[in-house]
């Protein structure tokens, strides 16, 4: 049977959540975003925690979602849903590229991550810094600390680990991309999705963040299931992060009465004030 010890189940899923923050506020919100500025540790403490989820290098995860934004769902754009949930989902992993988002990809901007000495790092010595911050690190710890089993540990702790969150977060592309409500931009693919949110601490409220993809918040003020909106808003209260971007109540209210589909709660109350001009 494969039993596992329960500490390397928690230990496990604590590793998901706290790297998934690394790649929800510091490689979106902050690096490909730059909804706020944060201070030197807690910008080393991104690249570190990014490395450890396991994913891509911090350039590219920034330029490819960068030209996502750019080009959304269209032959430029990476995960493009229009091509089907599947692609957009995982088969873009599976494929080789069009064109196109080859040559848009050239032509992204990406100066200030290539001036960025902690992202120049990661780039350089990636394969170094995957090996010991996604694998050697988390399985010793849970060999040493409570004599794991070698081979559970890495299955458990790396391999089923970082599949979970690859899949969490191309969730974001695929299913956000087709479902949900559009209350504040009826002309896009991206819907609110609040299951989605839950389980990818913050990201499913998806409408709203392509509307205003540069407020550092991803929704509204308020709008429950955003867990990563609120260790940012720790880490301004602690001083980490600073410079906050937020779209204006007065732009959210005008994008809602002239792109939404009308699902917005407060619809008929903006629509009948006329403090609204279009």
């Known amino acids: 049977t494969f039993n596992v010890h329960p500490l390397t189940m928690i230990h496990s ?3 998901l959540f ?11 919100r902050y690096y490909t975003h730059r909804a706020f500025k944060a201070t030197t540790t807690l910008r ?3 690249v570190l925690l990014f490395s ?3 994913q891509n290098t911090m ?6 979602h960068r030209q996502h934004h750019k080009y959304s769902d269209t032959d430029a754009d990476p995960h493009n849903a229009r091509r089907g949930f599947f692609f957009s989902h995982i088969g873009w992993f599976l494929c080789y590229k069009n064109p196109k988002v080859i040559h848009y990809g050239r032509q992204m901007n990406m100066r200030d ?9 990661q780039t350089l010595f990636f394969i170094e810094m995957y090996i010991l911050l996604a694998i050697v690190i988390p399985c010793a710890t849970q060999i040493y600390f409570w004599n794991e089993d070698p081979l559970k540990s890495f299955l458990v702790c790396y391999c089923a680990r970082t599949c979970l969150a690859l899949n969490l977060m191309c969730l974001v592309n695929s299913y956000a991309h087709t479902y949900g409500t559009k209350p504040y931009d009826n002309t896009i693919l991206p819907g609110e999705n609040k299951i ?12 709203y963040h392509h509307a205003f993809p540069w407020d550092y918040r991803t929704s509204e003020l308020g709008t429950p299931h955003n867990w990563s909106t ?4 720790y880490f301004i209260k602690k001083g980490w992060i600073y410079d906050v971007k937020t779209a204006s109540e007065e732009s959210i209210k005008k994008r809602i009465l002239k792109t939404g589909d009308k699902s917005y709660e407060k619809y008929e109350d903006f629509a009948n004030t006329n403090t609204i001009s279009l």
């Open 196 to 207: 989605i949110s839950m389980i990818t601490v913050g990201e499913g409220w998806h409408n």
């Open 52 to 54: 450890m989820s396991g």
């Open 113 to 121: 991550l290539d001036a960025d000495p902690f992202v120049k790092f």
């Open 18 to 28: 706290v790297c998934g923050f690394a790649v929800t506020i510091g490689a979106h």
């Open 44 to 46: 080393i403490i991104f």
């Open 59 to 64: 350039w590219a995860w920034v330029r490819n």
């Open 13 to 15: 899923v604590l590793l």
């Open 230 to 233: 609120a260790v940012i808003n």
